[in-house]
Protein backbone atom coordinates (compact mmCIF):
# COMPACT_ATOMS: atom_id res chain seq x y z
CA UNK A 1 0.00 0.00 0.00
CA UNK A 2 1.41 3.63 -0.66
CA UNK A 3 0.73 6.08 1.59
CA UNK A 4 0.13 9.68 0.77
CA UNK A 5 -0.05 12.74 2.70
CA UNK A 6 -1.42 16.35 3.18
CA UNK A 7 -0.77 18.92 5.28
CA UNK A 8 -2.41 22.49 5.66
CA UNK A 9 -1.01 24.99 8.22
CA UNK A 10 -3.55 27.45 8.25
CA UNK A 11 -3.83 30.94 10.03
CA UNK A 12 -6.04 29.12 12.80
CA UNK A 13 -6.41 25.60 12.31
CA UNK A 14 -3.92 23.14 10.89
CA UNK A 15 -5.34 19.75 9.11
CA UNK A 16 -3.61 16.76 7.79
CA UNK A 17 -4.98 13.43 5.46
CA UNK A 18 -3.13 10.42 4.37
CA UNK A 19 -4.56 8.78 2.05
CA UNK A 20 -3.92 5.24 0.47
CA UNK A 21 -5.42 4.55 -3.03
CA UNK A 22 -7.48 7.64 -3.68
CA UNK A 23 -9.06 7.05 -0.58
CA UNK A 24 -8.62 8.56 3.02
CA UNK A 25 -6.99 6.59 5.83
CA UNK A 26 -7.43 9.43 8.40
CA UNK A 27 -7.20 13.11 9.08
CA UNK A 28 -6.32 15.53 11.81
CA UNK A 29 -7.53 19.30 13.15
CA UNK A 30 -5.73 20.92 15.14
CA UNK A 31 -5.31 24.84 16.76
CA UNK A 32 -2.32 26.33 14.78
CA UNK A 33 -0.89 28.43 17.65
CA UNK A 34 1.78 30.47 16.98
CA UNK A 35 4.98 28.24 16.79
CA UNK A 36 3.74 26.51 13.26
CA UNK A 37 6.47 23.97 12.65
CA UNK A 38 5.49 22.50 16.04
CA UNK A 39 1.96 22.20 14.72
CA UNK A 40 3.29 20.73 11.62
CA UNK A 41 4.93 18.11 13.33
CA UNK A 42 2.10 17.88 16.09
CA UNK A 43 -0.69 17.48 13.76
CA UNK A 44 1.05 14.80 11.45
CA UNK A 45 1.79 12.72 14.38
CA UNK A 46 -1.71 12.58 15.30
CA UNK A 47 -2.95 11.62 12.25
CA UNK A 48 -0.15 9.11 11.78
CA UNK A 49 -0.72 7.94 15.36
CA UNK A 50 -4.79 7.63 13.93
CA UNK A 51 -3.59 5.48 10.97
CA UNK A 52 -1.33 3.49 12.52
CA UNK A 53 1.64 4.49 10.55
CA UNK A 54 4.78 6.43 10.76
CA UNK A 55 6.32 8.93 9.05
CA UNK A 56 8.79 6.71 6.79
CA UNK A 57 5.38 4.81 5.17
CA UNK A 58 4.31 7.92 3.86
CA UNK A 59 6.02 8.05 0.18
CA UNK A 60 5.09 11.62 -0.65
CA UNK A 61 3.69 14.74 1.40
CA UNK A 62 2.67 17.96 0.06
CA UNK A 63 2.00 20.70 2.31
CA UNK A 64 -0.31 24.28 1.36
CA UNK A 65 -1.71 27.16 3.11
CA UNK A 66 -0.30 30.24 5.04
CA UNK A 67 2.15 28.34 7.30
CA UNK A 68 3.37 25.90 4.57
CA UNK A 69 6.64 26.31 4.33
CA UNK A 70 6.82 25.21 8.24
CA UNK A 71 6.38 21.65 6.96
CA UNK A 72 10.40 20.71 7.45
CA UNK A 73 9.85 17.35 6.40
CA UNK A 74 6.99 17.77 3.30
CA UNK A 75 8.28 16.92 -0.27
CA UNK A 76 6.95 20.12 -1.63
CA UNK A 77 4.25 23.01 -1.46
CA UNK A 78 1.56 23.57 -3.34
CA UNK A 79 -1.09 26.45 -3.91
CA UNK A 80 -3.66 26.72 -1.27
CA UNK A 81 -5.82 27.29 -4.53
CA UNK A 82 -4.94 24.41 -6.35
CA UNK A 83 -5.52 22.07 -3.39
CA UNK A 84 -8.84 23.58 -2.53
CA UNK A 85 -9.87 23.31 -6.14
CA UNK A 86 -8.54 19.29 -5.87
CA UNK A 87 -9.80 18.84 -2.77
CA UNK A 88 -13.57 19.86 -3.84
CA UNK A 89 -13.82 18.52 -7.21
CA UNK A 90 -13.34 15.14 -4.94
CA UNK A 91 -16.07 15.37 -2.90
CA UNK A 92 -18.14 16.94 -4.82
CA UNK A 93 -17.34 16.57 -8.73
CA UNK A 94 -20.28 18.64 -9.91
CA UNK A 95 -19.41 21.82 -8.04
CA UNK A 96 -18.10 24.77 -10.54
CA UNK A 97 -18.11 27.51 -7.46
CA UNK A 98 -16.50 27.05 -4.33
CA UNK A 99 -16.36 29.19 -0.77
CA UNK A 100 -13.87 28.89 1.40
CA UNK A 101 -14.04 30.35 4.75
CA UNK A 102 -10.88 30.87 6.35
CA UNK A 103 -9.58 32.32 9.85
CA UNK A 104 -7.80 34.76 8.09
CA UNK A 105 -9.54 34.89 4.66
CA UNK A 106 -12.23 33.87 2.30
CA UNK A 107 -11.34 32.37 -0.65
CA UNK A 108 -14.00 32.37 -4.07
CA UNK A 109 -12.85 30.13 -7.10
CA UNK A 110 -14.00 29.19 -10.08
CA UNK A 111 -13.63 25.56 -10.94
CA UNK A 112 -13.59 23.33 -14.09
CA UNK A 113 -15.04 19.87 -14.74
CA UNK A 114 -11.63 18.61 -14.40
CA UNK A 115 -11.13 20.17 -10.83
CA UNK A 116 -9.02 23.03 -11.93
CA UNK A 117 -9.36 26.19 -10.39
CA UNK A 118 -10.09 28.40 -13.64
CA UNK A 119 -10.58 32.33 -11.56
CA UNK A 120 -9.98 33.22 -8.11
CA UNK A 121 -10.93 36.15 -5.37
CA UNK A 122 -9.08 36.59 -1.96
CA UNK A 123 -10.99 38.96 0.59
CA UNK A 124 -7.27 39.75 2.45
CA UNK A 125 -7.44 43.01 3.12
CA UNK A 126 -10.01 43.16 5.82
CA UNK A 127 -10.90 41.07 8.51
CA UNK A 128 -14.46 41.52 8.00
CA UNK A 129 -15.29 38.97 5.16
CA UNK A 130 -13.19 36.35 7.37
CA UNK A 131 -14.04 34.18 9.88
CA UNK A 132 -12.16 36.30 12.08
CA UNK A 133 -15.14 38.69 12.03
CA UNK A 134 -16.90 35.07 13.75
CA UNK A 135 -14.29 35.01 16.53
CA UNK A 136 -14.02 38.44 17.52
CA UNK A 137 -17.98 38.49 17.95
CA UNK A 138 -18.03 35.25 19.70
CA UNK A 139 -15.52 36.26 22.71
CA UNK A 140 -18.08 39.49 23.01
CA UNK A 141 -21.16 36.98 23.16
CA UNK A 142 -19.19 34.89 25.62
CA UNK A 143 -20.61 32.20 23.26
CA UNK A 144 -18.30 28.99 21.85
CA UNK A 145 -17.10 29.39 18.36
CA UNK A 146 -18.87 25.92 17.17
CA UNK A 147 -22.36 27.09 19.14
CA UNK A 148 -22.94 30.61 17.37
CA UNK A 149 -24.53 28.73 14.10
CA UNK A 150 -27.59 26.82 15.93
CA UNK A 151 -27.88 29.90 18.39
CA UNK A 152 -28.43 32.04 15.28
CA UNK A 153 -30.98 29.86 13.97
CA UNK A 154 -33.15 30.44 16.91
CA UNK A 155 -33.13 34.40 15.72
CA UNK A 156 -36.81 35.96 15.88
CA UNK A 157 -35.98 39.60 15.53
CA UNK A 158 -32.44 40.03 13.73
CA UNK A 159 -30.16 43.17 14.85
CA UNK A 160 -28.13 44.77 11.61
CA UNK A 161 -25.51 46.15 12.42
CA UNK A 162 -24.49 49.39 10.82
CA UNK A 163 -20.87 48.40 10.20
CA UNK A 164 -18.82 46.01 7.99
CA UNK A 165 -15.87 46.26 10.04
CA UNK A 166 -14.80 43.97 12.56
CA UNK A 167 -13.31 45.99 14.93
CA UNK A 168 -16.84 48.65 14.92
CA UNK A 169 -18.84 45.74 15.14
CA UNK A 170 -17.39 44.33 18.07
CA UNK A 171 -18.52 48.18 19.67
CA UNK A 172 -22.10 47.82 18.21
CA UNK A 173 -22.90 44.24 19.63
CA UNK A 174 -21.23 45.75 23.15
CA UNK A 175 -23.86 48.07 22.49
CA UNK A 176 -26.34 45.99 21.59
CA UNK A 177 -26.24 43.30 24.25
CA UNK A 178 -26.24 46.88 27.29
CA UNK A 179 -29.71 47.67 25.49
CA UNK A 180 -30.72 44.07 25.72
CA UNK A 181 -30.69 42.96 22.38
CA UNK A 182 -30.83 38.69 22.48
CA UNK A 183 -27.38 37.05 21.58
CA UNK A 184 -29.10 35.14 18.64
CA UNK A 185 -30.78 37.92 17.04
CA UNK A 186 -26.97 39.52 17.23
CA UNK A 187 -25.44 36.44 15.85
CA UNK A 188 -28.38 37.02 13.33
CA UNK A 189 -27.07 40.24 12.34
CA UNK A 190 -23.46 39.50 12.17
CA UNK A 191 -24.13 36.52 9.76
CA UNK A 192 -25.90 38.78 8.01
CA UNK A 193 -22.97 41.13 7.51
CA UNK A 194 -20.48 38.60 6.78
CA UNK A 195 -22.52 37.07 4.07
CA UNK A 196 -23.33 40.21 2.44
CA UNK A 197 -19.22 40.51 1.98
CA UNK A 198 -18.81 36.79 1.15
CA UNK A 199 -22.07 37.41 -1.38
CA UNK A 200 -20.00 39.99 -2.88
CA UNK A 201 -17.26 38.60 -3.91
CA UNK A 202 -19.11 35.37 -5.48
CA UNK A 203 -21.15 37.97 -7.68
CA UNK A 204 -18.24 39.41 -8.97
CA UNK A 205 -16.79 36.20 -9.73
CA UNK A 206 -19.94 34.84 -11.18
CA UNK A 207 -21.94 32.10 -9.18
CA UNK A 208 -22.04 29.09 -11.43
CA UNK A 209 -23.75 25.87 -9.72
CA UNK A 210 -23.12 23.69 -7.97
CA UNK A 211 -21.71 25.64 -5.24
CA UNK A 212 -19.97 24.33 -2.10
CA UNK A 213 -18.54 25.85 0.83
CA UNK A 214 -15.95 24.84 2.71
CA UNK A 215 -12.96 25.92 5.23
CA UNK A 216 -13.74 26.16 8.95
CA UNK A 217 -16.67 29.26 8.37
CA UNK A 218 -19.02 25.94 6.64
CA UNK A 219 -18.92 24.73 9.81
CA UNK A 220 -21.31 27.52 11.11
CA UNK A 221 -24.85 26.79 9.74
CA UNK A 222 -26.11 30.52 11.07
CA UNK A 223 -23.71 31.53 8.13
CA UNK A 224 -24.20 28.81 5.82
CA UNK A 225 -27.86 29.50 5.72
CA UNK A 226 -27.68 33.28 5.30
CA UNK A 227 -25.09 32.76 2.37
CA UNK A 228 -27.73 30.23 0.88
CA UNK A 229 -30.52 33.21 1.14
CA UNK A 230 -28.49 35.66 -0.19
CA UNK A 231 -27.65 33.86 -3.72
CA UNK A 232 -30.95 32.04 -3.84
CA UNK A 233 -28.73 28.60 -3.99
CA UNK A 234 -28.32 25.62 -1.90
CA UNK A 235 -25.18 25.36 -0.72
CA UNK A 236 -22.90 21.66 -0.59
CA UNK A 237 -21.30 21.32 2.71
CA UNK A 238 -18.87 18.56 3.10
CA UNK A 239 -19.29 16.66 6.34
CA UNK A 240 -15.57 17.60 7.30
CA UNK A 241 -15.06 20.94 5.60
CA UNK A 242 -11.86 21.75 7.51
CA UNK A 243 -9.82 19.64 5.32
CA UNK A 244 -10.73 20.42 2.16
CA UNK A 245 -7.52 22.11 0.94
CA UNK A 246 -5.04 19.29 3.10
CA UNK A 247 -7.22 16.64 1.02
CA UNK A 248 -6.58 18.08 -2.29
CA UNK A 249 -2.89 18.40 -1.47
CA UNK A 250 -2.76 14.58 -0.56
CA UNK A 251 -4.69 14.48 -4.28
CA UNK A 252 -1.80 16.05 -5.52
CA UNK A 253 0.65 13.97 -3.81
CA UNK A 254 -0.77 10.84 -4.59
CA UNK A 255 -0.99 12.13 -8.28
CA UNK A 256 2.73 12.50 -8.08
CA UNK A 257 3.40 8.97 -6.76
CA UNK A 258 1.78 7.33 -9.43
CA UNK A 259 3.14 9.71 -12.12
CA UNK A 260 6.54 8.57 -10.69
CA UNK A 261 5.89 4.67 -10.84
CA UNK B 1 -26.39 96.77 24.70
CA UNK B 2 -26.81 93.16 26.45
CA UNK B 3 -23.57 91.10 25.68
CA UNK B 4 -23.97 87.89 23.97
CA UNK B 5 -22.75 84.36 24.31
CA UNK B 6 -22.53 81.70 22.64
CA UNK B 7 -21.92 77.94 23.14
CA UNK B 8 -20.93 75.09 20.78
CA UNK B 9 -21.47 71.28 21.83
CA UNK B 10 -19.85 68.77 19.88
CA UNK B 11 -20.82 65.37 20.80
CA UNK B 12 -18.06 62.98 18.86
CA UNK B 13 -18.18 58.89 19.09
CA UNK B 14 -15.51 58.79 21.97
CA UNK B 15 -15.51 62.75 23.49
CA UNK B 16 -18.13 65.56 24.19
CA UNK B 17 -16.48 69.11 23.82
CA UNK B 18 -18.57 72.09 25.26
CA UNK B 19 -16.95 75.94 24.09
CA UNK B 20 -19.18 79.20 25.79
CA UNK B 21 -17.96 82.32 24.12
CA UNK B 22 -18.04 86.18 23.39
CA UNK B 23 -15.48 87.28 21.37
CA UNK B 24 -13.68 84.79 22.96
CA UNK B 25 -13.29 81.30 24.79
CA UNK B 26 -14.15 81.92 27.69
CA UNK B 27 -15.20 78.75 29.03
CA UNK B 28 -14.22 75.03 27.53
CA UNK B 29 -15.08 71.24 28.99
CA UNK B 30 -13.61 68.23 27.50
CA UNK B 31 -15.38 64.64 29.02
CA UNK B 32 -16.14 61.28 27.36
CA UNK B 33 -18.82 60.48 25.66
CA UNK B 34 -21.00 58.17 27.23
CA UNK B 35 -23.79 55.37 26.03
CA UNK B 36 -26.60 58.35 26.27
CA UNK B 37 -25.18 61.50 24.50
CA UNK B 38 -28.01 63.72 25.62
CA UNK B 39 -27.70 63.01 29.64
CA UNK B 40 -23.78 63.10 29.28
CA UNK B 41 -24.12 66.58 27.04
CA UNK B 42 -26.53 68.33 29.92
CA UNK B 43 -23.81 67.30 32.11
CA UNK B 44 -21.14 68.48 30.18
CA UNK B 45 -22.97 71.91 29.42
CA UNK B 46 -23.55 72.25 33.13
CA UNK B 47 -19.84 72.43 33.90
CA UNK B 48 -19.29 74.59 31.15
CA UNK B 49 -21.46 77.11 32.06
CA UNK B 50 -20.30 76.97 36.10
CA UNK B 51 -16.52 77.92 34.42
CA UNK B 52 -17.85 80.58 32.77
CA UNK B 53 -19.76 81.67 35.66
CA UNK B 54 -23.27 82.08 33.46
CA UNK B 55 -26.83 81.14 33.99
CA UNK B 56 -28.00 78.80 30.70
CA UNK B 57 -30.67 82.16 30.38
CA UNK B 58 -27.80 83.79 29.32
CA UNK B 59 -26.27 82.00 26.44
CA UNK B 60 -27.76 83.55 23.39
CA UNK B 61 -27.79 80.63 20.99
CA UNK B 62 -26.32 76.60 21.01
CA UNK B 63 -25.00 74.94 18.27
CA UNK B 64 -24.90 71.29 18.18
CA UNK B 65 -22.51 68.98 16.11
CA UNK B 66 -20.66 65.98 16.02
CA UNK B 67 -22.12 62.81 15.48
CA UNK B 68 -24.14 62.52 18.28
CA UNK B 69 -25.47 66.43 17.66
CA UNK B 70 -29.40 65.09 17.22
CA UNK B 71 -29.06 64.00 21.07
CA UNK B 72 -28.57 67.72 22.13
CA UNK B 73 -32.50 68.36 23.31
CA UNK B 74 -31.44 71.75 24.52
CA UNK B 75 -29.80 73.08 21.10
CA UNK B 76 -31.16 75.57 19.01
CA UNK B 77 -29.83 74.03 15.89
CA UNK B 78 -27.80 71.36 14.47
CA UNK B 79 -24.89 71.41 12.12
CA UNK B 80 -22.75 69.07 10.65
CA UNK B 81 -19.02 68.69 11.59
CA UNK B 82 -17.41 69.34 8.60
CA UNK B 83 -19.23 73.10 8.68
CA UNK B 84 -17.84 73.33 12.11
CA UNK B 85 -14.69 71.94 11.75
CA UNK B 86 -14.21 74.27 8.79
CA UNK B 87 -15.58 77.42 10.79
CA UNK B 88 -13.56 76.54 13.73
CA UNK B 89 -10.07 76.47 12.00
CA UNK B 90 -10.14 78.99 9.56
CA UNK B 91 -10.98 81.22 12.93
CA UNK B 92 -7.87 79.80 14.49
CA UNK B 93 -5.69 79.89 11.69
CA UNK B 94 -6.69 81.74 8.75
CA UNK B 95 -3.98 80.46 6.42
CA UNK B 96 -4.81 77.25 6.38
CA UNK B 97 -6.01 75.50 3.25
CA UNK B 98 -6.82 71.54 4.27
CA UNK B 99 -7.78 69.86 7.46
CA UNK B 100 -6.99 66.38 8.42
CA UNK B 101 -9.60 65.47 11.54
CA UNK B 102 -8.27 62.19 12.85
CA UNK B 103 -11.01 61.30 15.64
CA UNK B 104 -11.74 58.36 17.78
CA UNK B 105 -13.96 56.43 15.32
CA UNK B 106 -13.71 58.17 12.30
CA UNK B 107 -10.91 60.56 10.21
CA UNK B 108 -11.93 63.28 7.53
CA UNK B 109 -10.35 65.45 5.25
CA UNK B 110 -11.91 69.21 4.62
CA UNK B 111 -10.89 71.75 2.26
CA UNK B 112 -11.54 75.32 3.11
CA UNK B 113 -12.32 77.98 0.77
CA UNK B 114 -13.03 81.52 2.42
CA UNK B 115 -13.81 80.20 5.77
CA UNK B 116 -15.75 77.68 4.49
CA UNK B 117 -16.08 73.55 3.73
CA UNK B 118 -15.87 73.25 0.08
CA UNK B 119 -14.97 69.56 -0.28
CA UNK B 120 -14.27 66.69 2.16
CA UNK B 121 -13.50 63.04 2.09
CA UNK B 122 -14.58 61.12 5.35
CA UNK B 123 -13.37 57.48 6.62
CA UNK B 124 -16.11 56.12 9.60
CA UNK B 125 -16.52 52.67 7.70
CA UNK B 126 -13.61 50.91 8.83
CA UNK B 127 -11.72 51.27 11.75
CA UNK B 128 -7.81 51.87 10.19
CA UNK B 129 -6.98 55.26 9.66
CA UNK B 130 -9.21 56.43 12.77
CA UNK B 131 -7.83 56.71 16.54
CA UNK B 132 -9.11 53.49 16.98
CA UNK B 133 -6.54 51.46 15.15
CA UNK B 134 -4.00 52.65 17.75
CA UNK B 135 -6.30 51.87 20.68
CA UNK B 136 -6.80 48.56 19.64
CA UNK B 137 -2.81 48.18 19.28
CA UNK B 138 -1.77 50.16 22.09
CA UNK B 139 -4.20 47.39 24.19
CA UNK B 140 -2.66 44.53 21.97
CA UNK B 141 1.03 45.95 22.94
CA UNK B 142 -0.08 47.04 26.90
CA UNK B 143 0.71 50.37 26.09
CA UNK B 144 -1.18 53.23 27.38
CA UNK B 145 -2.74 55.07 24.62
CA UNK B 146 -1.17 58.54 26.10
CA UNK B 147 2.58 56.96 25.73
CA UNK B 148 2.30 55.78 22.08
CA UNK B 149 3.50 58.90 20.22
CA UNK B 150 6.70 59.54 22.12
CA UNK B 151 7.00 55.85 22.05
CA UNK B 152 7.30 56.33 18.06
CA UNK B 153 10.16 58.99 18.38
CA UNK B 154 12.11 56.14 19.91
CA UNK B 155 12.14 54.00 17.13
CA UNK B 156 15.81 52.62 15.37
CA UNK B 157 14.23 50.41 13.20
CA UNK B 158 10.78 50.87 12.11
CA UNK B 159 8.84 47.58 11.53
CA UNK B 160 6.34 47.35 8.95
CA UNK B 161 3.01 46.82 9.60
CA UNK B 162 -0.35 45.75 7.47
CA UNK B 163 -2.18 49.82 7.43
CA UNK B 164 -5.24 48.07 5.56
CA UNK B 165 -7.25 46.17 8.59
CA UNK B 166 -6.74 46.85 12.32
CA UNK B 167 -7.78 43.36 13.15
CA UNK B 168 -4.95 41.87 11.41
CA UNK B 169 -2.50 44.75 12.48
CA UNK B 170 -3.31 43.52 15.88
CA UNK B 171 -2.29 40.06 14.95
CA UNK B 172 0.99 41.13 13.19
CA UNK B 173 1.85 42.75 16.63
CA UNK B 174 1.37 39.94 18.74
CA UNK B 175 4.03 38.56 16.00
CA UNK B 176 6.41 40.84 15.74
CA UNK B 177 6.53 40.87 19.57
CA UNK B 178 7.18 37.10 19.87
CA UNK B 179 9.57 37.60 16.70
CA UNK B 180 11.65 40.10 19.76
CA UNK B 181 11.30 43.12 17.77
CA UNK B 182 11.35 46.10 19.85
CA UNK B 183 8.58 47.91 21.09
CA UNK B 184 9.38 51.43 19.87
CA UNK B 185 9.90 49.83 16.29
CA UNK B 186 6.69 48.23 16.45
CA UNK B 187 4.94 51.48 17.56
CA UNK B 188 6.35 53.45 15.35
CA UNK B 189 5.48 50.42 12.23
CA UNK B 190 2.05 51.23 13.33
CA UNK B 191 1.78 55.20 13.13
CA UNK B 192 3.29 54.78 9.71
CA UNK B 193 1.07 52.07 8.82
CA UNK B 194 -2.07 54.81 10.21
CA UNK B 195 -0.40 57.68 8.32
CA UNK B 196 -0.11 56.17 4.80
CA UNK B 197 -3.83 55.22 5.61
CA UNK B 198 -4.92 58.45 6.33
CA UNK B 199 -2.82 60.53 3.43
CA UNK B 200 -4.19 58.19 1.07
CA UNK B 201 -7.75 59.59 1.48
CA UNK B 202 -6.95 63.41 2.67
CA UNK B 203 -4.71 62.99 -1.33
CA UNK B 204 -8.07 62.88 -2.85
CA UNK B 205 -8.80 66.00 -2.16
CA UNK B 206 -5.26 68.14 -3.81
CA UNK B 207 -3.95 68.76 -0.59
CA UNK B 208 -3.08 72.71 -0.15
CA UNK B 209 -0.61 74.32 2.22
CA UNK B 210 -1.20 75.00 4.65
CA UNK B 211 -2.60 71.64 6.53
CA UNK B 212 -4.26 72.20 9.83
CA UNK B 213 -4.43 68.99 12.27
CA UNK B 214 -6.49 68.53 14.06
CA UNK B 215 -8.87 65.89 16.56
CA UNK B 216 -7.71 63.70 19.28
CA UNK B 217 -4.77 62.34 16.89
CA UNK B 218 -3.42 65.39 17.22
CA UNK B 219 -2.18 65.59 20.33
CA UNK B 220 -0.37 62.63 18.99
CA UNK B 221 3.27 63.60 18.20
CA UNK B 222 3.98 60.58 17.05
CA UNK B 223 1.30 60.73 14.47
CA UNK B 224 2.08 64.50 13.60
CA UNK B 225 5.31 63.65 12.88
CA UNK B 226 4.73 60.60 10.64
CA UNK B 227 1.96 62.69 8.65
CA UNK B 228 4.60 65.23 8.39
CA UNK B 229 6.63 62.53 6.69
CA UNK B 230 3.77 61.50 4.18
CA UNK B 231 3.29 65.36 3.40
CA UNK B 232 6.71 66.60 3.18
CA UNK B 233 6.08 69.52 4.82
CA UNK B 234 5.25 70.84 8.88
CA UNK B 235 1.28 70.64 9.70
CA UNK B 236 -0.11 73.62 12.23
CA UNK B 237 -1.72 71.93 15.28
CA UNK B 238 -4.54 74.55 16.83
CA UNK B 239 -3.39 74.89 20.85
CA UNK B 240 -6.49 72.49 21.96
CA UNK B 241 -7.23 70.34 18.80
CA UNK B 242 -9.97 68.29 20.26
CA UNK B 243 -12.15 71.83 20.17
CA UNK B 244 -12.05 73.08 16.74
CA UNK B 245 -15.45 71.27 16.10
CA UNK B 246 -16.96 72.89 19.05
CA UNK B 247 -15.54 76.21 18.73
CA UNK B 248 -16.49 76.26 15.13
CA UNK B 249 -20.17 75.43 16.27
CA UNK B 250 -20.28 78.58 18.69
CA UNK B 251 -19.06 80.92 15.60
CA UNK B 252 -21.68 79.47 13.52
CA UNK B 253 -24.06 79.88 16.23
CA UNK B 254 -22.86 83.47 16.29
CA UNK B 255 -22.93 84.27 12.63
CA UNK B 256 -26.80 82.87 13.10
CA UNK B 257 -27.57 85.58 15.38
CA UNK B 258 -26.00 88.45 13.70
CA UNK B 259 -27.50 87.58 10.66
CA UNK B 260 -30.93 87.50 11.76
CA UNK B 261 -30.18 90.94 13.61
CA UNK B 262 -29.21 92.49 10.50
CA UNK B 263 -32.38 91.51 8.79
CA UNK B 264 -34.61 92.20 12.09
CA UNK B 265 -35.66 88.48 12.40
CA UNK B 266 -36.58 86.88 15.42
CA UNK B 267 -34.65 83.47 15.84
CA UNK B 268 -36.78 80.14 17.37
CA UNK B 269 -34.69 79.37 20.09
CA UNK B 270 -35.15 75.96 22.65
CA UNK B 271 -36.25 76.70 25.77
CA UNK B 272 -33.27 77.18 28.21
CA UNK B 273 -33.26 73.73 30.56
CA UNK B 274 -30.91 71.23 31.19
CA UNK B 275 -32.83 68.43 32.14
CA UNK B 276 -32.44 65.46 29.66
CA UNK B 277 -34.63 64.15 27.40
CA UNK B 278 -36.65 60.80 28.76
CA UNK B 279 -37.77 60.18 25.04
CA UNK B 280 -35.05 58.71 22.60
CA UNK B 281 -35.60 59.31 19.20
Known amino acids: ?261 | MKSQYFAGVDIGSTMTKVVIMNEVVLASVIGPTGPEHRKLANQVMEEALTKARLAFEEITYVVATGYGRINVPFADKQITEISCHARGVAHLLPEVRTVIDVGGQDSKGIKLKDGRAVDFVMNDKCAAGTGRFLEVTAEELGVSLDDMGRLSLEAENKVEISSTCTVFAAQEVVAKLSEGAALADIIAGLHEAIAIRIYGMVRRLKIEREVALTGGGAKNIGLVKALEAKLGFPVLVPPEPLLTGAIGAALLGKDIVKEAEKKGETLVRSERRLTEASIFT
Open chain 1, 1 to 261: MVYVAGIDIGSAFSKAVILAKNRIIAYQVVPSGGNYKLTAKQVTGKTLAKAKLSLEDIAYTIATGYGAANVSFSSETASDISCLAGGVHYLFPDARTAIDIGGQFTRVLKLDERGKATAFLLSEKCAAGSGRFLQVIARVLQVALEDIGELSLKSKNRVDFNTGCAVFAESEAVSRVAEGAAKEDILAGLHRTLAAKIQTMVARLGVEPDCAVVGGGAKDVGLVKSIEAGLDCQLLVPEEPQIVAALGAALLAEEKVSKGG
